[in-house]
Each structure stands twice: as C-alpha cells, then as structure tokens.
C-alpha cells in the first residue's frame, strides 16, 4: 500500500470516488495507478474496473493529513487509510461481484448509509 495518495489533478467533473475507501482522484489517476486504498481491484491493470469500482456520484470533500489521528477520518472510518482526499458520502454501492473481491481479501466494505 502507498504510503499517500495521488491528490486530485484538477476539481472539475472528472472526479471520481472509489466505492470502497472514498478516496478522490480524477478518472485517469485511477486510471493510471488504481485505489491505493484498494489495490486488490487493479484498477491500473483493467481500465473496466474504474468504472465498476468507482462513481462521479458523490457529495463533499475532504483533504485528510493524518487519518489515524484525525478526528473527522474516525468519524468517517478512514482511519486506517492512507492519506488524501476523500468524499463525506458516495450514492452508490460497489456491485456483488467486488463485494465478493473484498470478501475474498478479507476486506471489509461498508455500503453507504440511505436517508
């Protein structure tokens, strides 16, 4: 696992957030060098996988230094992560198949809360 993530390249509409972790990179990032978070999805290997394992559809950001002594990472259970930016909530949910990866990895994966 990388010690830090890529920080996002520019803020427009190619942001993409990881359905797993959060984390916030633009699409050719994940491209390029997957989830940091998530390397087990190789997402750098499969360009097919951005899109599975990711969303545009997501609300707020949040740039995290220190994950593990941050208050807003524990509230947001990114705690063990590593640092960079990440979204407060994705819409989506990772679809059965990746839910079976993470299993398979013994990863946890929490799907967003609905309101």
Known sequence: MSSVAQIPTSFGHELRACLRCRLVKTYDQF??????NCQFFNMDKDN??????TTSNFTGIISV????????????RIGKFVPGCYTLTVSE???GELQTI??????PYVPPKRS
């Not at 097919?48 to 394992?53: F, G, P």
């Not at 230094?65 to 947001?76: E, K």
């Not at 993470?102 to 990863?107: K, S, V």
């Open 31 to 36: 491209r390029e060098s997957g989830c940091e």
């Open 48 to 53: 097919e996988m951005v899109n599975e394992c």
């Open 65 to 76: 230094m220190d994950p593990s002594r941050s208050w807003a990472g524990r509230w947001l």
């Open 93 to 95: 949910t990772l679809f």
């Open 102 to 107: 993470c299993d398979e990895h013994n990863i």
